[in-house]
């Protein structure tokens, strides 16, 4: 027999009901405001995909909050969210997901941002304080992150919490690797609302505009390149791309996780990223280069290396142990 609508609706609300108490009111309102954020940085965006936008969402005084920023930290709480439910699944302490979120986007930033000042030493050799963000004597922020840097970093951080608390580092890099990823691809916005990382000239009908401000050469000659010129949006490239990676991961350690030998989930995901970022950077305009080569390409070569090697040696040469230490619980 059919079921009812009132019965329906019934169901309905009870399971709405069990999924507020669930989630408890500081998640919900945190949720809430997730939601008022996606609508805001929507209407933002409209502007901003036609070349008018303002990278700056607000100003207090002489203080400008970068959008940015804003989605900077937006991805690195999504990770952190994903890491506690993951955690939670696995019987793991959720507070661990959080300290090393913590302590990761520290050393993230610190690690990115010296590996960007020293590919690019020449901007800083004359004002030592624009390491540090200040230009003219104001604090304007560092401009200049890099991925890579930003991994190694979290690594690092990962590396030295796991020591101090006797967790296991292939068991929490595992999952970690779909949160990094998944704050990557929210991450990768920040340069879209900052009008960079952006690639050629394109007539594809997802091309974005560019300000003439926010161009680099040759493409702010508006003779040759008017303001009418759209760009491959090369940040929602690898966006896309990131959260794809995302996703697959998951799959992995859900479905098969315990065939895995620790650690090849997140020696998976580096491959991944840097087959993925190798060709995308055919596509850049804004490269930092190393001789001939774009570094980014350089760098990935080399992670990709490293990664199939750890593959294989721990695999087959060491013949580490497969499964996480921490089995998924059944729901």
């Known amino acids: 027999m059919a079921e009812q609508p009132s019965e329906t609706?019934?169901?309905?609300?009870?399971?709405?009901?069990?999924?507020?108490?669930?989630?408890?009111?500081?998640?919900?309102?945190?949720?809430?405001?997730?939601?008022?954020?996606?609508?805001?940085?929507?209407?933002?965006?409209?502007?901003t995909w036609q070349g008018r936008g303002d990278p700056v969402a607000f100003r207090l005084g002489a203080l400008e909050v970068h959008w940015y920023g804003i989605i900077l930290m937006s991805g690195a709480l999504a990770g952190g969210f994903l890491g506690e439910h993951l955690a939670r699944r696995r019987g793991i302490n959720p507070e661990h997901a959080w300290n090393i979120l913590l302590w990761g986007v520290i050393a993230g930033v610190i690690v990115s941002r010296l590996w960007y000042v020293l590919g690019s030493w020449k901007e800083f050799a004359g004002d030592p304080l624009r390491i540090v963000g200040f230009e003219n004597g104001v604090f304007v922020g560092l401009r200049g992150l890099t991925i890579h840097g930003a991994l190694l970093g979290?690594?690092?951080?990962?590396?030295?919490?796991?020591?101090?608390?006797?967790?296991?580092?292939?068991?929490?890099?595992?999952?970690?690797a779909p949160c990094f990823v998944l704050g990557q691809a929210i991450g990768r916005w920040g340069n879209f609302f900052n009008m960079e990382a952006y690639g050629p000239p394109t007539t594809l009908p997802w091309g974005l505009y560019i300000g003439q401000g926010h161009r680099i050469p040759p493409y702010n000659d508006l003779t040759t390149y008017p303001l009418s010129t759209r760009f491959h949006p090369t940040f929602l490239y690898e966006s896309l791309m990131n959260l794809a990676i995302c996703l697959f991961l998951l799959w992995v350690?859900?479905?098969?996780?315990?065939?895995?030998?620790?650690?090849?989930?997140?020696?998976f995901y580096v491959m991944l990223y840097a087959v993925g970022r190798f060709g995308?950077?055919?596509?850049r305009t804004d490269s930092v280069m190393l001789g001939p080569f774009p570094a980014a390409q350089v760098t990935s070569v080399g992670l990709f290396v490293v990664a199939a090697l750890l593959v294989v040696a721990r695999r087959w040469v060491w013949r580490k142990p497969k499964g996480s230490p921490w089995p998924e619980q059944a729901k």
């Open 9 to 47: 609706r019934s169901t309905f609300l009870r399971r709405v009901g069990q999924f507020l108490r669930d989630v408890g009111p500081s998640r919900l309102l945190l949720l809430l405001l997730a939601l008022a954020l996606v609508v805001i940085l929507a209407i933002r965006g409209v502007e």
């Open 253 to 267: 350690l859900r479905r098969h996780g315990e065939r895995l030998v620790r650690g090849e989930v997140f020696l």
């Open 280 to 283: 995308l950077e055919f596509l």
């Open 154 to 176: 979290a690594v690092l951080a990962v590396a030295l919490y796991n020591w101090r608390n006797r967790l296991d580092f292939w068991g929490i890099l595992d999952l970690g």
